[in-house]
């Protein structure tokens, strides 16, 4: 297996990039997933001369950026080429006013009319699954991007939302494998959010550990290692309890790579 260790560094707005480089790197993190998007380090209006200059200061750090989360217009494929980015992430809502697979054809067009600037800069769109109205789970996922080859879209399979979607991880990765190129790594569980009084049970995500929730680290990790995964492995730093999120990344990192070490012997 050739794996790198992601995280998405949306939590850490306020860093500088040299502070974020350090951060992580201290963390155990080969890289990140760095947001573009407004009042981040990278905006969108500035990516032509920010993204590579942001892929050069972490560098100097150790540290590389394996996806981007933004725009997927010209501007931004360049500039992820320009700064050796090779994969922009992601996920696709569903109208309902015109339903799903209306929908669905309706992003296969933009995909279709995204793939010659794709080719000419080497970079790929990864498409992943998302809870609620959104491609949300794996079947979904392949119906959209199978006719693509992966170099150009490609899956970011997220098991937190399979598992909140009650999707089991083997099954999950069996269906995108094809066109997997990051697997994300988090967790979430559904909460009862009134109480046994009402006359209907409400429901709400409660972010957590790689421990603690549905998304099944262990079998998560099992299969992509008896499958011989090679990707980046993305730990999106996703927590309800917000003013620990130093914490239970530090603990995650430290669980997620222990996973993939061949000495783990830890049962389900």
Not at 80 to 104: F, L, N, Q
Not at 130 to 149: K, P, Q, R, T, W
Request: proline share 5%.
């Amino acid at each position: 297996m050739n794996l790198s260790y992601t995280v998405f560094t949306k939590p850490w707005q306020t860093k500088s990039l040299p502070e974020l480089a350090r951060f992580v790197s201290d963390l155990g993190f080969d890289g990140i997933e760095l947001p573009v998007r407004p009042g981040y380090q990278v905006e969108p209006e500035n990516i032509t001369k920010d993204l590579p200059e942001a892929a050069r200061i972490l560098a100097d750090h150790g540290v590389r950026i394996g996806t981007v989360a933004g725009p997927t217009d010209e501007v931004t494929i360049a500039a992820c080429a320009e700064a050796g980015v090779p994969i922009i992430r992601v996920c696709e809502s569903i109208d309902m006013s015109i339903g799903y697979m209306a929908s669905e054809k309706r992003l296969k067009e933009g995909y279709d009319a995204l793939i010659p600037i794709l080719e000419q800069h080497g970079v790929a769109i990864g498409v992943q699954n998302h809870c609620d109205l959104c491609v949300n789970n794996a079947m979904g996922l392949l119906h959209l991007i199978e006719s693509y080859d992966p170099k150009h879209i490609c899956a970011v399979l997220d098991q937190a939302h399979n598992g909140l979607n009650g999707e089991p991880p083997e099954l999950a990765i069996d269906i995108v494998w094809s066109h997997l190129r990051v697997a994300n790594f988090k967790s979430a569980y559904w909460s009862r959010s009134n109480g046994p009084e009402a006359d209907e049970a409400q429901w709400k995500v409660h972010w957590t550990t790689g421990r603690h929730g549905l998304a099944y680290w262990q079998r998560t990790a099992a299969e992509l290692k008896k499958r011989d995964y090679s990707g980046d492995i993305c730990l999106t730093a996703e927590y309800s309890d917000h003013d620990r999120v130093d914490e239970l990344i530090a603990a995650d990192i430290v669980y997620a790579k222990s996973l993939f070490d061949d000495e783990n012997t830890e049962e389900n």
